[in-house]
């Protein structure tokens, strides 16, 4: 059935498909008017950087200097922009990062992180962000990744696309001012964080190719931007980050230099007093636990363990999908924290 599309055709240089777009009768004519122009999807340039950063900010309405870092904290072969333009205007980007993890065996994988998916509003509802996504996909095949990952708001319309979402299960427990111990702890409460401290706790902590996804350009600008809607504890061997959501007080990643049960209990402890002066009502555990993490929350709360889905999706290309999912629920503290969002 003519839909007003034509197929797409080979681009001759980078492999990538050039489209052109008719107008179907009956259509908005301001949609018509976009639609009747040729749209070419290809891989961005080096030199384009400003017109990626103007479409950025446009669409997700953050400074320019998170967006520098998350371009230039990446080699450039790990993060191919795919771009949809019109007229000689970047009108659409998907950003793809590679990323190193270790499988199940220990053994070294890339993934694929999407990032930056983006169109500008008036150019919405055309099937670009479908078109750019796909083609990431592609680019991931190509380069034998073991999965896709993103996070998201819109999980449907990435579903449509074969993503599924990740669930995963999480501790909640309602906190008060009699539920906090009375007793001395060496974690404390930083408005404005030691951020070299805290580098150097997890760089110790996370002594895997995860750690590392986070550049020197990360520490000194874009967590920095991050944090500010966030809290961070520290002490002199451990540290907290955690974010407000509703009532809630949700700590999302933390790190020691030796795991231990008492350790995690002050952070637990410094994270709940700040969170009970702040009006919250429940402290929400989101990252996996292992056996001393959920030891020192039956020590302190009547814990309740709950299933949810999250705002990460996986896309299986060259690995087992249940595997993907348990190794991206403990990727997903760094990837939240790295904000690989979607809109």
């Not at 991931?140 to 999965?147: C, G, P, S, T, V």
């Not at 111990?181 to 964080?193: F, K, L, M, R, W």
């Not at 110790?204 to 590392?212: G, I, M």
């Not at 402890?269 to 989101?286: D, M, N, P, Q």
Request: aromatic share 10%; hydrophobic share 40%; net charge negative.
């Amino acid at each position: 059935m003519d839909n007003g599309f034509i197929e797409p055709r080979i681009h001759p240089n980078i492999g990538i498909s050039t489209l052109n777009r008719s107008t179907s009768e009956g259509r908005d004519s301001e949609i018509g008017n976009h639609l009747s122009k040729e749209v070419i999807v290809r891989i961005a340039e080096e030199g384009e950087f400003e017109n990626l950063l103007g479409l950025w900010t446009k669409v997700f309405d953050a400074p320019p200097e998170v967006f520098t870092c998350e371009y230039l904290s990446v080699q450039p072969e790990l993060r191919p922009t795919f771009v949809a333009e019109i007229d000689g205007q970047i009108v659409s980007s998907v950003q793809l990062f590679g990323i190193p993890i270790r499988d199940e065996d220990k053994l070294p994988i890339m993934i694929g992180g999407l990032a930056n998916v983006s169109t500008l509003p008036e150019f919405r509802g055309q099937g670009l962000g479908s078109q750019l996504v796909n083609a990431a996909k592609d680019e991931m095949l190509r380069r034998q990744y073991a999965w896709g990952m993103l996070l998201t708001g819109k999980n449907s319309f990435y579903e449509r696309l074969g993503w599924r979402t990740i669930y995963r299960s999480f501790v909640e427990a309602r906190i008060s001012a009699s539920t906090v111990p009375d007793e001395s702890i060496s974690v404390a409460y930083y408005p404005q964080p030691d951020l070299v401290h805290v580098r150097e706790i997890h760089e110790h902590s996370f002594k895997t190719p995860l750690s590392r996804i986070r550049g020197d350009l990360d520490w000194e600008i874009r967590i920095p931007e991050r944090i500010k809607s966030k809290a961070v504890f520290y002490g002199e061997n451990s540290y907290a980050i955690v974010r407000k959501v509703d009532s809630s007080a949700v700590l999302e990643e933390w790190g020691m230099l030796e795991r231990t049960i008492e350790g995690f209990r002050e952070l637990l402890i410094a994270a709940t007093r700040w969170a009970v002066g702040e009006g919250l009502h429940t402290l929400v555990i989101s990252a996996p636990l292992r056996s001393a993490g959920r030891q020192a929350c039956e020590g302190l709360f009547m814990t309740m363990p709950n299933v949810e889905d999250t705002e990460a999706m996986v896309l299986p290309l060259n690995h087992d999908w249940t595997m993907a999912r348990i190794l991206s629920m403990f990727l997903l503290p760094r990837a939240r924290f790295l904000r690989m969002d979607n809109f």
